[in-house]
Nanobody, 123 residues
């Protein structure tokens, strides 16, 4: 079993920056990939970015490419999402996810999920 806890959400102005963190505990040796998803009111949960835990290969949604950076610290069992040039449409609850296989954009690839952290971008 893996437990995930997100932190770092908050309110920022458009064009500003925010950094999210996700701390993993439990059977962390089973983690092969971690990812960020987000869900806005009335919308489905969507993929944001993913990272291979060992090699740090990354995968980004087109709308955040060049603005967001996903990274991880294996020794600390922590994943980060650096968000720059934030837009109001980035407003959502951001969820951390972990899986034992791929680092792709599909929700079914991730067995473990955090509780989410709210990100609000004002215009």
């Amino acid at each position: 079993q893996v437990q995930l806890v997100e932190s770092g959400g908050g309110l920022v102005q458009a064009g500003g920056s925010l950094r999210l963190s996700c701390s993993a505990s439990g059977r962390t040796s089973s983690i092969a990939a971690m990812a960020w998803f987000r869900q806005a009111p009335g919308k489905e949960r969507e993929f944001v970015a993913a990272i291979n835990w060992r090699a740090a290969h990354t995968n980004y949604q087109d709308s955040v490419q060049g603005r967001f950076t996903i990274s991880r610290d294996n020794a600390k069992n922590t994943m980060y999402l650096q968000m720059n040039s934030l837009k109001p449409e980035d407003t959502a609850v951001y969820y951390c996810a972990a899986g034992s296989a791929r680092y792709d954009r599909f929700r079914s690839s991730y067995a473990y999920w955090g509780q989410g952290t709210q990100v609000t971008v004002s215009s």
